[in-house]
């Protein structure tokens, strides 16, 4: 069983920055692929950035440029840097755990959630 608790979320400016944390139990987190997805107001949950366990990357098309995940297995945390923020970002986010090494961008094939953390985006 792996618990994911995810933090840094808030209220930031349009143009700000904020990074997200996404702290994994377990002892097998490495092996683990890791997802960020959101889901804005009234709107379906989507991958948003994912890393496999090698450290590859996938970035969807709304975010590429300006979004960075990134891992530290000895931390078991995963990490979304989000800079140049949009009224558009605002959404809640959550982190996203698979049993399996490699990246896939469907929500169907995560196995683990964390609670979500609102980010908006405003001024």
């Known amino acids: 069983q792996v618990q994911l608790v995810e933090s840094g979320g808030g209220l930031v400016q349009p143009g700000g920055s904020l990074t997200l944390s996404c702290a994994a139990s377990?002892?097998?987190?490495?092996?683990?692929?890791m997802g960020w997805f959101r889901q804005p107001p009234g709107g379906e949950r989507d991958i948003v950035a994912g890393?496999?366990?090698?450290?590859?990357?996938f970035y969807s098309s709304s975010v590429k440029g300006r979004f960075n995940i990134s891992r530290d297995n000895d931390k078991n945390t995963v990490y979304l840097q989000m800079f140049s923020l949009k009224p558009r970002d605002t959404a809640v986010y959550y982190c996203?755990?698979?049993?399996?090494?490699?990246?896939?961008?469907?929500?169907?094939?995560?196995?683990?959630w964390g609670q979500g953390t609102q980010v908006t985006v405003s001024s």
């Open positions: 377990g002892r097998t987190f490495s092996g683990k692929a």
């Open positions: 996203a755990a698979r049993n399996y090494s490699g990246l896939d961008l469907r929500e169907s094939e995560y196995n683990y």
């Open positions: 890393i496999n366990s090698n450290g590859s990357k």
